[in-house]
């Protein structure tokens, strides 16, 4: 309706919109669209072009809506003088203990909400009390646990940032000017240790005191009025204030440089552990004693007691701070909370027991390990700054000594001349560099390795010319030949088994983020196969080299015969390898097959070929040429090829069950390469059968339902036969 001058008329437009300009309210229709719309539907008008698509902002975004609401508090003073933030928290004493202890858990699991990459100013420092902390001095119990949580969090800001993992989560480490440290947080630990005291001395009087039937405490001041209720208080307030002591010990201690803080951390994670199964145990009482009709449900409640606590605005700094983002966001549940920081204690624990061995191919395998937990970002970044500091491996060993180490050749480790040399100095940087890669989340992790391969490809080559200038185009380990020639070669060897390494794990990345689709599975496997054949190829390389060395090494000659036919047994991390390479073309063949006899998995696609699917998923492999001469047309050579006759001939996943007992055995002291045999036997025998299935029904038959699901290994599928 037209603007008008009567009560009831809505406000005037602001004085950019002319003022001859008609208003209509848009509640209707936008209620419609609400209920109409489906997932990928949009209303718009008719001047809405991409780029306003692309420059627009998602409304109710916590993190980018520029939206603010015209309600709360303009500043800190304002929300003290409205009594938001009461000190003490209650003048009837028991009253002010739980919400003491309401604040402790909302600030628990702020942090908790924090750590998932939201920022500081809308988790933890929503705490009024945290932001004028000098209030808080009459009261030890608030004042210790926010002066240690506060340097807890600028310690964890500051291992985010030096690891830089931070840039997935950008805006965690954002403080928008909040005060972080202050003088006397050095002290928080002596403080903390001081209220811890006082209340453990009140929580042993109250059992001296079950056991003498006194009715009252003598010599000290109870921490509320209600006697019967004072021993849970205080084993409630204990479980926190440790907590929080513990947790703080973690953090400084893995901190240390050259992991000597690892096994200390690591009593202090148990610790840690302990005390959140008391701080559970406690919320039975603390709800007991809360007001029912305050209480929340547990699904988003804050606290234990389920009330809601006092000292909070969670919209006030985006008023104060102008970087700040604009709106509140929903602070995760405090058993949320509680699960999360078990988990992250867990994979913390993980870390402290780190053997810190330098053996790259170690370190490499305890990386890979330890992301199958899908750490969150806090753990990884202590991994990483675990593993590189100031540029060495540990903070401790030079990444020439690792390469020299990997090569078995300890007689150069220390050697200037090796140490100098431009490729090594080089292959020094992408080690570092990969290390750091393998600590960041999936999908960033496999976008860095993805461009990383280009810079691994280019040395391998540079190397290899270098190679052929100098010694010629031998490329074997000779018994004869001069020791630049041995380490030139074994160099060349290791480069292109990690630059293997590298694109193995860039492949198998893809099926973590759900990348391929069931009719790429076939293109995906095959290049799988490729590449750990080349992967295979350097490995055996490399430790035939390194087999020579340790013959050179006062080898007596009379022992030569026996030494050459144990260095030519087939080691077990290559038959481990073998047994994916097996699975790998048994799949692409079997997807093969069945395309090509009943057109499943063969979906054309409306907006891409093959062709170009081929080039989406494998193109910066292409671009590095790993491997070398392999093409779409290379795969689809292979494919046309494929049938089921060939595969019970060969019958790939057979094989597989030939490998696994010598590889029980070699494995035997290490759970997990058990577990990871376990798996490949499962995807193997699953698929065999089904194998067998198709080729009595024959894969041509119209009634024949084939599916690939990844319940028994998250990269390699297995097959599910039904008949419609």
């Known amino acids: ?24 309210d848009a509640s209707p229709l936008l209620a419609a669209a609400c209920r109409d719309l489906q997932d990928g539907e949009l209303v718009h008008g008719e001047n809405f072009s991409l780029f306003g698509a692309m420059s627009a902002l998602e409304i109710m975004d916590p993190k980018m809506d520029s939206g603010i609401e015209k309600s709360g508090y303009y500043s800190i003073e304002e929300a003290i003088e409205d009594g938001i933030a009461p000190v003490p928290l209650s003048l009837d004493r028991t009253i002010d203990v739980q919400r003491t202890l309401d604040v402790m858990d909302h600030l628990f699991s702020c942090e908790a909400t924090w750590h998932k990459g939201h920022t500081l100013a809308q988790t933890v420092f929503t705490c009024i009390y945290l932001m004028r902390m000098e209030r808080t001095s009459s009261h030890a119990i608030l004042n210790s646990f926010c002066r240690i949580l506060r340097a807890t969090c600028y310690a964890v800001v ?20 909040l005060p972080l440290r202050d003088e006397g947080d050095e002290k928080c630990l002596s403080i903390l240790n001081s209220v811890e005291e006082t209340i453990s001395r009140q929580l042993r009087a109250c059992k001296a005191q ?33 907590f929080r002591k513990h947790f703080y010990h973690v953090v400084t201690c893995l901190r240390k440089p050259h992991g000597k803080g690892l096994e200390l951390a690591r009593k202090h994670v148990a610790s840690c552990l302990t005390e959140l199964s008391l701080m559970l145990k406690s919320r039975d009482f603390l709800k007991s004693q809360s007001n029912h009709t305050l209480q929340q449900d547990d699904e988003i409640c804050t606290t234990a007691s389920g009330v809601r606590p006092v000292g909070f605005d969670a919209s006030l700094n985006s008023r104060l701070l102008s970087p700040a983002p604009p709106r509140a966001v929903k602070i995760l549940s405090w058993s949320d909370a509680i699960r999360y920081f078990e988990k992250l204690l867990c994979d913390l624990d993980i870390i402290c027991s780190s053997p810190l061995d330098p053996v790259l191919e170690n370190v490499l395998h305890f990386v890979v390990q330890f992301q199958k937990s899908v750490p969150d970002l806090v753990p990884r970044a202590f991994l990483q700054t675990l593993l590189v500091q100031d540029g060495k491996l ?34 020094g940087q992408l080690v570092i560099n990969l290390l750091k890669i393998l600590c960041t989340n999936t999908a960033w992790q496999r976008r860095k390795l993805g461009k990383s391969l280009q810079d691994w490809s280019t040395i391998s080559i540079q190397l290899e010319l270098a190679l052929k200038r100098e010694f010629g185009e031998t490329r074997n380990v000779l018994p004869h030949e001069n020791m630049c020639m041995r380490v030139s070669k074994q160099l060349l060897v290791w480069t292109q088994e990690h630059t293997y390494w590298v694109a193995y794990r860039f492949l198998i990345l893809g099926f973590e983020l759900d990348l391929y689709s069931p009719s790429e599975y076939c293109m995906v496997y095959w290049y799988m196969y490729v590449v750990l054949m080349k992967l295979i190829e350097q490995m055996q390389l490399r430790i035939l080299a ?37 699975l790998s073309e048994g799949l692409s063949m079997m997807l093969a097959a069945l395309r090509i006899k009943s057109n499943l998995f063969q979906l054309p696609s409306i907006f891409n070929s093959e062709q170009e699917r081929f080039i989406q998923h494998f193109d910066l ?12 047309y290379s795969f689809r050579e292979s494919a046309s090829h494929a049938t089921i006759a060939d595969l019970m001939k060969y019958n790939f996943f057979k094989e597989i ?48 339902r084939v599916s690939f699901e990844f319940t028994h290994h998250p990269h390699f599928a297995v097959a599910v036969v039904k008949r419609s």
């Open 1 to 24: 309706m037209e603007t008008s001058s009567s009560s009831s008329a809505p406000p005037p437009p602001p004085h950019s919109i002319p003022a001859s300009g008609v208003w209509e």
């Open 158 to 177: 500051s291992v985010v940032s030096t690891a830089r993992t931070h840039e997935e989560e950008d805006l965690f480490t954002m403080s928008f000017g």
């Open 210 to 242: 079950a056991l003498s039937k006194k009715k009252t405490l003598e010599g000290l001041e109870s921490l509320q009025d209600n006697p019967d209720l004072e021993e849970d208080y205080c084993r409630a307030l204990l479980c926190r204030l440790r």
């Open 394 to 427: 540990y903070g401790r060993d030079l990444s020439c000594d690792v390469i020299s180490r990997a090569l078995s050749l300890p007689d150069i480790i220390g050697d200037k001349e090796f140490q100098m040399n431009e490729f090594v100095v080089q292959l």
């Open 546 to 582: 390194s087999n020579e060395n340790s013959r050179r090494k006062g080898k007596k000659k009379k022992d030569h015969s026996k030494d050459s036919s144990r260095d030519m047994a087939f080691p077990s991390s290559c038959l481990l390898l073998q047994c994916y390479v097996l």
């Open 621 to 632: 492999l292409q671009k590095a040429r790993l491997p070398e001469h392999i093409t779409y």
């Open 657 to 704: 069950h030939k490998i696994t007992p010598s590889l029980r055995g070699s494995f035997a002291s290490e759970p997990e390469k058990l577990a990871e045999i376990r798996q490949i036997e499962q995807v193997a025998e699953h698929n065999r059968i089904a194998l067998n299935i198709i080729s009595q029904v024959r894969a041509g038959d119209p009634s024949l």
